[in-house]
T-cell receptor
């Protein structure tokens, strides 16, 4: 089971780009990296998933280097409403959702 | 679509009381999960059900039991509540559990439980 490590907290200001890095040194060949976002008093929601290189959607980008031992979630031009906890998970055939762990996540605080 | 619904939203119990947390999903998902989240902490998996008729333990199953009543419903029971079980409980579902493209979990709004 690939363990992930993320910073506990980060601060940013409105309009800035925020990059949150996650380490997953023992990721398996068939594993994917998945990020969730959790607002206060709500359940987490899926943001983005990727296997290698770069994935982009309307919310964020995910950068994964060739060795796949880490990944970076990039949030462009954050606003106050992006204040949330962000979780990095490793999921896959050998690390199925039934055994994926959310960890403590990264608390992002966006200031005006 | 309501997605994942949970009842009740909030509950206060006394030590030793029992209760059942209800969860239902209307997305025709095969897999369902129960998590707990203590203040300032991440989510910890209590139990999951890969498919109808099966259940399995997660990280922190002690003190809990589950029932996958049918494909839609997955309940969590506390037989004898303890103050250490004060937490927010989230139910989630996913299309499946062993295919990466079907593992995305959809969460309910949570049940806040206080055990005195």
């Amino acid at each position: 089971l690939a363990k992930t490590t993320q910073p506990i907290s980060m601060d940013s200001y409105e309009g800035q780009e925020v990059n949150i890095t996650c380490s997953h040194n023992n990721i398996a060949t068939n594993d994917y990296i998945t990020w969730y976002q959790q607002f206060p008093s709500q359940g987490p929601r899926f943001i983005i998933q990727g296997y290698k290189t770069k994935v982009t959607n309307e919310v964020a980008s995910l950068f994964i280097p060739a060795d796949r031992k880490s990944s970076t979630l990039s949030l462009p031009r954050v606003s106050l409403s992006d204040t949330a906890v962000y979780y990095c998970l490793v999921v896959g055939v050998d690390t199925n959702a039934g055994k994926s762990t959310f960890g403590d996540g990264t608390t992002l605080t966006v200031k005006p | 679509n309501a997605g994942v619904t949970q009842t009740p939203k909030f509950q206060v119990l006394k030590t030793g009381q029992s209760m059942t947390l209800q969860c239902a999903q209307d997305m025709n998902h095969n897999s369902m999960y129960w998590y707990r989240q203590d203040p300032g902490m991440g989510l910890r998996l209590i139990y999951y059900s890969a498919s109808e008729g099966t259940t399995d333990k997660g990280e922190v199953p002690n003190g809990y039991n589950v029932s996958r009543l049918n494909k839609r419903e997955f309940s969590l029971r506390l037989e004898s509540a303890a103050p250490s079980q004060t937490s927010v409980y989230f139910c989630a579902s996913s299309e499946d559990w062993d295919r990466v493209d079907q593992e995305t979990q959809y969460f309910g709004p949570g049940t806040r439980l206080l055990v005195l």
